[in-house]
């Protein structure tokens, strides 16, 4: 083989290996962000002892209080874009607990994403933290997306509060779903004891003053078969960003296929527009527990088209939620923020430099 082909050989071979290089690279965001560690905070006397009971299958046989039925459950998205209000997020619940060692997070994350990325970011920032990975398939749900007024509620990750029961091990059987966007200002012991009734599946705030036929389409309404869903039910709006499930009755009563349902209808007639919202207003509506209003101050961030600046409701708060396109955080790095986004400095963690 002349020396010249095998300049040419080696070339290519070159440029092959460092393409690979550069694709695998690209696709797996890194997070640049920094934070600091988070202050540790103690459960007061009278909290319940956790038990670490071995659960044989249902937690791959871990001694583990991610089972426990004395914890308080959240579930939680993480990804890069979110990560900074996740934190946040985080450490507003942990400190405005009365037993913070009591609460056990489970985080779910894109199976396509850097989990150990993320796993590490959270342990550095919160090393006390009882806490679980859990990998979401983003085909489980792509094929069902369709395109919404605003890019990031189509992301898949977006979609897997619906499939939470599937994704957690049989001896989680309540837990309480909080978007990345909020802080809490209260006790998060208080929300999750609230009480379901005998047959509700989750509950949340409702606001029934809220225009309920703005979130679906004319081709809905017109509809006599798709709008007769709403019969017999006091159907009002609620939003998706604070709900406590009862993850036993969701999967008695199949209700990721029921969620599911509504969205391959939607693919084959347009009969709303805001991402994974109105499936569970389509399935839940007028037949959830009640949760009062301050345990989600929502819509600060404005609405979802152009994210300006709102006031609080009316009423005691202990939720802020900054649902819609402005997020506190992107307002600040921008030097554009709204008079509330200072109630949301106080728990953000990012490491700023000198």
């Not at 969701?250 to 599911?260: F, H």
């Not at 949760?291 to 979802?304: A, S, T």
Request: net charge negative; hydrophobic share 40%.
């Amino acid at each position: 083989m002349s020396q010249s082909l095998i300049f040419h050989f080696l070339l290519l071979t070159f440029t092959i290996f460092s393409s690979a290089a550069i694709s695998t690279t690209a696709a797996t965001p890194k997070i640049t962000q920094q934070f600091k560690e988070a202050s540790k905070f103690y459960n007061s006397p009278d909290c319940p002892v956790m038990l670490t009971t071995d659960y044989g299958d249902e937690s791959n046989g871990e001694a583990s209080i991610s089972c426990s039925d004395q914890a308080v459950h959240v579930a939680m998205t993480l990804d890069k874009p979110y990560i900074r209000g996740s934190m946040a997020a985080i450490f507003s619940v942990l400190q405005h607990s009365s037993c913070p060692h009591n609460i056990v997070f489970h985080f779910v994350v894109s199976a396509t994403g850097n989990a150990s990325i993320l796993r590490s970011t959270i342990s550095s920032s919160f090393p006390y933290l009882n806490f679980k990975l859990y990998p979401f398939d983003d085909s489980t749900v792509s094929r069902l997306i369709s395109i919404s007024i605003r890019s990031a509620l189509d992301c898949p990750l977006n979609y897997a509060r619906s499939y939470l029961a599937d994704l957690f091990p049989l001896c989680v059987r309540r837990v309480l779903y909080l978007d990345s966007d909020l802080v809490l200002v209260d006790d998060i012991v208080i929300l999750a004891a609230t009480q379901l009734g005998d047959n509700s599946v989750l509950a949340a705030p409702e606001y029934c003053n809220a225009n309920f036929i703005s979130y679906f389409t004319p081709t809905f309404w017109s509809n006599p078969w798709l709008s007769s869903t709403f019969s017999n039910r006091k159907a009002c709006y609620f939003n998706t960003g604070v709900m406590l499930i009862d993850l036993d009755r969701w999967r008695e009563g199949d209700y990721t296929r029921k969620i599911e349902e509504w969205m391959e209808i939607q693919k084959r007639m347009r009969i709303y527009e805001l991402g994974s919202l109105p499936p569970f207003l389509l399935v839940f509506a007028g037949n959830i527990a009640p949760v009062d209003r301050r345990w989600n101050q929502h819509g600060l961030g404005g609405d979802n088209i152009e994210g300006l600046c709102r006031d609080l409701h009316p009423g005691p708060v202990s939720l802020l939620h900054w649902s819609g396109k402005g997020k506190p955080w992107a307002r600040l790095d921008a030097k554009r923020p709204c008079p509330l986004d200072a109630l949301w400095v106080p728990y953000d963690l990012l490491e700023v430099g000198e």
